[in-house]
């Protein structure tokens, strides 16, 4: 019996705990709200009108709905399957780096989803991967859209360019690519630095 009356007691205890925090966050939501308002002009004669404040209760718990950024925009996107929009979408927002992380994402999401690993996405995906180490490296705020168009008509041979530069200074190729990349185009004959090149 005297088991019963203190589980019962502490039920009792949690009920009245969680109304008085459940009070209490009401309150502070009040006490926000109207000290987020702006504030009336000091003349006197003018007075607030009642009926234009906000009801706060019905208000809290209402999450303001968000445009999705360019990044979530990209992600859905990609889990789609259509992995060209991705692609081009992550493109206009060069020369910021998660652009360039997006479409290597994409480009490994668009290889695992091919039968047989294209050419053509080896190329886009070491070339996608020097373009950003070259933007990374020089003066990201002196590049425009002009300068990385110009520097991807430069990036038109891949292959040429693994000779050249290799895999161990780009930054932006995973251990999986550079594994994959040797396996399609054997070592390259050196590992140099991408700003030796360009």
Not at 145 to 168: C, F, H, M
Not at 171 to 191: I, S
Request: glycine fraction near 2%; hydrophobic fraction near 40%.
């Amino acid at each position: 019996m005297t088991t019963f009356l203190l589980i019962l007691s502490s039920l009792v205890l949690t009920a009245t705990i969680i109304w008085c925090l459940h009070q209490y966050q009401i309150r502070k939501s009040r006490e926000i709200a109207e000290s987020s308002n702006p504030l009336s002009p000091l003349d006197i004669e003018t007075r607030v009108d009642r009926r234009q404040e906000i009801n706060v209760i019905a208000e809290i718990g209402q999450m303001p709905s968000r445009k999705p950024s360019w990044s979530d925009e990209i992600k859905a996107l990609r889990d789609s399957g259509s992995f060209k929009e991705a692609l081009a979408l992550s493109k206009r927002q060069y020369p910021k780096m998660l652009a360039f992380r997006q479409s290597l994402i994409t480009l490994r999401a668009r290889l695992k989803q091919e039968p047989a690993q294209s050419e053509e996405s080896l190329k886009d995906l070491y070339r996608t991967a020097v373009l950003g180490d070259l933007v990374r490296v020089s003066n990201k705020a002196d590049k425009t859209l002009a300068d990385i168009e110009s520097l991807t008509d430069r990036l038109k041979a891949p292959r040429a360019i693994w000779n050249k530069v290799g895999y161990r200074n780009l930054e932006l190729l995973t251990k999986t690519d550079r594994k994959l990349l040797v396996q399609h185009w054997g070592e390259p004959e050196r590992h140099d630095s991408i700003n030796n090149i360009f």
